[in-house]
């Protein structure tokens, strides 16, 4: 799988969100907003997503935290879905992009902002890279 040189300005032009494109969208349930960037090095795109929640519960944390990524699946997915769909317009490729998901490229983190404070602020994120074509 491998895209010649107008397809990847196509895709470069469609995961560019520095001017006139947002990054952010409205959150779902757990986290105030989302940001998903991505990037492509060769062959592999990667996409990452990632959210800042309110962990108010010491015991209640760990499923704070998981209920998020699963969140952020959701959005990585939608993510592909929409740059899938959006590749395949006639004013841009004209054609399906094939995206398959690199074996064992799931990443999650979760960085602490602030242990003391009563109510804790964490950033979680999820990178996932795919193969493209």
């Known amino acids: 799988m491998s895209l010649n040189?107008?397809?990847?300005n196509i895709l470069g032009n469609l995961i560019n969100d520095t001017f006139g494109k947002p990054s952010m969208s409205?959150?779902?349930g757990i986290a105030n907003s989302v940001v998903t960037?991505?990037?492509?090095s060769g062959e592999i795109l990667t996409v990452t997503s990632l959210a800042v929640i309110n962990l108010a519960n010491?015991?209640?944390q760990?499923?704070?935290i998981a209920k998020c990524e699963n969140e952020l699946n959701q959005h990585l997915k939608a993510y592909i879905s929409d740059l899938k769909k959006n590749f395949k317009k006639k004013e841009h490729a004209g054609r399906v992009l094939k995206c398959k998901q690199v074996k064992d490229s799931e990443r999650n983190s979760?960085?602490?902002i602030n242990?003391?404070?009563e109510n804790r602020r964490a950033i979680v994120r999820r990178s996932i890279d795919f193969e493209v074509g």
């Not at 040189?5 to 990847?8: A, L, N, R, W």
């Open 62 to 64: 760990h499923q704070e």
């Open 5 to 8: 040189f107008d397809e990847v």
């Open 26 to 28: 409205g959150g779902y």
């Open 58 to 60: 010491l015991h209640t």
């Open 115 to 117: 242990h003391y404070q």
């Open 110 to 112: 979760v960085e602490m």
């Open 37 to 40: 960037k991505s990037s492509l």
